[in-house]
């Protein structure tokens, strides 16, 4: 696979969903990939990234950032409130704001810089343990909360149990969205990014059918 592959593959779903062309956007996460397939990326005008852990994007992404205008890089992984500043000065999207605490973290950080990440609330949709994001039962109030201190939320994200249909889980995901007026669906991967589009996906976060497998 390839970013040419997918970008095509992206097309095809979307015109296959009635969406318009390039109305979904396509975040290449880069993290434990080789930095010159990433280069080859960038190189081929890519601009739109997502990485998992703040320290390795620190490393990464300032420089190219400085070579090559107009990149965005978005944090999908989980982030620890002590973390909450450096991801904040380096990510233009953080797809992980999964509690309370990180929201109000996260509040403070935006008033004192006077901007802030676009956010997304992450729905543990499969009501996962082990897994990050908000339960889906508690996840009106949750963007009720983050609403009221000004957060300034871009839409919902979930990473579907491995192994399952994701269909329903894009299905949920997005009726919270719905009945709470947010528009942003982060949601699809390397294996189902299709299936969220035709879901409605406003972003899908596609990394191993771009890069090939990670270190
Ligand atoms: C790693 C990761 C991706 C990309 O996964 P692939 O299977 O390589 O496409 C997407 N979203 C999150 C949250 C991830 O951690």
Request: with cysteine; charged share 20%.
């Amino acid at each position: 696979m390839s970013l040419d592959a997918i970008t095509d593959r992206l097309r095809a779903a979307e015109a296959a969903a009635g969406r318009a062309p390039g109305s979904v956007c396509l975040i290449a996460v880069s993290k434990r990939q080789p930095p010159e397939r990433v280069e080859r990326a960038l190189r081929a005008g890519h601009r739109v990234f997502g990485e998992n852990y703040v320290q390795e994007a620190q490393a990464k992404w300032p420089d190219w950032q400085a070579e090559y205008p107009g990149v965005s890089v978005h944090l999908v992984g989980p982030l620890q409130t002590n973390k909450a500043r450096a991801a904040v000065e380096l990510f233009d999207a953080i797809h992980s704001l999964d509690r309370p605490k990180l929201a109000r973290t996260l509040a403070r950080l935006a008033q004192e810089r006077g901007a802030c990440p676009e956010l997304f609330v992450q729905v543990n949709t499969g009501d996962e343990p082990q897994k990050a994001g908000i339960p889906p039962h508690e996840a009106d109030a949750f963007i009720a909360e983050c609403r009221a201190l000004d957060l300034p939320l871009a839409g919902l994200m979930c990473l579907p149990p491995a192994g399952a249909d994701s269909a329903p889980h894009f299905t949920e995901l997005a009726a919270i969205a719905a009945r709470n007026g947010l528009t942003g669906l982060s949601m699809g991967m390397s294996d189902d990014f299709e299936a969220a589009v035709a879901h409605g996906a406003t972003h899908v976060r596609v990394g191993s059918a771009i890069f090939g497998a990670r270190d």
